[in-house]
């Protein structure tokens, strides 16, 4: 054997050492993993929890004292977020006369953290319109089920929405999108997520150095277009240091998936958007897009807004958001 022959080997050697040591090591650290159980915690006066389709979902319901309600809203957060998105929000609707429910996204918020949920906008739409039913049967609300829904979803909630009136028109009174991301961000980790060994590296990385304090400032710092403050710091990162956050984020990383824009366009209910002037996370042109396929969408552009207005400029988003129901009542 030639010294070129036996170097090469040596190297070959040396790889495969690497590989296979890269695809044990990840196994010798622990993941925290969620129980599955009943939750206990509950984080609002109004929380309550429901199993649907196997999964916890935490959602808060609120029904005004008028006896003859104006409507009624679902409010869906964005990745990342729960309902404290929708703190200054909610009781100004309430007061508006407004039943409102608000809810926490599978593996977000306080919902549980299946490892193996479809996290597809087509899955979440099928979920919520799920939960919804057993609201109109079974609820303070099942006097009023035969109105509609008006859908109102954040961000990527904004995809979950528009999923859902696609899914179930006639039960939706109108759609709202709060700097609504209905396209897809496909990057090369949705495809290396599927090898298990990178996906417990994932896992890792996420519950040891992306969940924390640190990392959850700057994020945001740019969602909030402004320095974020302690309590809203916490709001946000409380529910994602919850057992499984990790895993269920993985998992989310490897299942989702937006419907077309092309689909979306075929919706014929009335229609809002609303963003943040100076978002750089769902830029305000991405309004422009989604209104190349839905023409008749009316735009509101919040002044000195980033990408949460409804926490950050939460006067304007709501004088927004309920001229438009107002206006489109059914």
């Given at each position: 054997m030639t010294k070129k022959k036996s170097y090469l080997i040596s190297a070959l050697l040396f790889v495969a050492f690497l590989f296979f040591s890269s695809c044990l090591l990840p196994y010798?650290?622990?993941?925290?993993?969620?129980?599955?159980?009943h939750p206990t915690i509950k984080p609002y006066a109004e929380s309550q929890y429901m199993l649907v389709d196997g999964v916890w979902i935490h959602y808060r319901s609120l029904v005004p004292l008028d006896p003859h309600p104006q409507g009624k809203v679902l409010l869906v957060h964005g990745l990342g977020g729960?309902?404290?998105?929708?703190?200054?929000?909610?009781?100004?609707?309430?007061?508006?006369g407004y039943i409102i429910v608000a809810v926490d996204l599978p593996g977000f918020g306080y919902s549980g953290r299946p490892e193996k949920f479809d996290h597809s906008q087509t899955s979440r739409a099928k979920l919520l319109w799920?939960?919804?039913?057993?609201?109109?049967?079974?609820s303070s609300?099942?006097?009023?089920?035969?109105?509609?829904?008006?859908?109102?979803?954040?961000?990527?909630?904004?995809?979950?929405?528009?999923?859902?009136?696609?899914?179930?028109?006639?039960?939706?009174?109108?759609?709202?999108?709060?700097?609504?991301?209905?396209?897809?961000?496909?990057?090369?980790l949705n495809t290396l997520v599927n090898?298990?060994?990178?996906?417990?590296?994932?896992?890792?990385?996420?519950?040891?150095?992306?969940?924390?304090?640190?990392?959850?400032?700057?994020?945001?710092?740019?969602?909030?277009?402004?320095?974020?403050?302690?309590?809203?710091?916490?709001a946000y990162l409380v529910p994602l240091e919850i057992s499984g956050t990790a895993r269920s984020l993985t998992n989310f990383a490897k299942t989702s998936e937006s419907i077309p824009l092309s689909?979306?366009?075929?919706?014929?209910?009335?229609?809002?958007?609303?963003?943040?002037?100076?978002?750089?996370?769902?830029?305000?042109?991405?309004?422009?897009?989604?209104?190349?396929?839905?023409?008749?969408?009316?735009?509101?552009?919040?002044?000195?807004?980033?990408?949460?207005?409804?926490?950050?400029?939460?006067?304007?988003?709501?004088?927004?958001?309920?001229?438009?129901?107002?206006?489109?009542?059914?």
């Open positions: 010798a650290f622990t993941v925290s993993q969620s129980e599955g159980s729960s309902t404290y998105s929708f703190d200054r929000m909610i009781d100004v609707l309430k007061k508006e799920s939960l919804l039913s057993d609201l109109d049967r079974n609300i099942s006097e009023f089920s035969a109105m509609p829904w008006h859908l109102v979803g954040h961000s990527m909630g904004g995809g979950t929405v528009a999923a859902m009136a696609v899914a179930d028109p006639y039960r939706s009174a109108s759609l709202t999108l709060i700097a609504g991301a209905l396209e897809d961000r496909q990057s090369i090898f298990p060994p990178f996906a417990r590296w994932t896992q890792i990385y996420l519950e040891r150095s992306l969940l924390t304090e640190e990392r959850v400032t700057k994020i945001l710092e740019e969602a909030y277009g402004r320095v974020p403050t302690s309590k809203e710091v916490s689909v979306v366009g075929t919706l014929d209910i009335p229609v809002s958007g609303i963003w943040g002037e100076l978002d750089t996370i769902v830029p305000l042109e991405k309004s422009r897009v989604i209104g190349k396929y839905l023409p008749h969408m009316r735009l509101y552009v919040i002044g000195g807004s980033a990408h949460i207005p409804m926490e950050t400029h939460p006067e304007k988003t709501n004088f927004a958001l309920i001229e438009f129901l107002s206006e489109n009542q059914r």
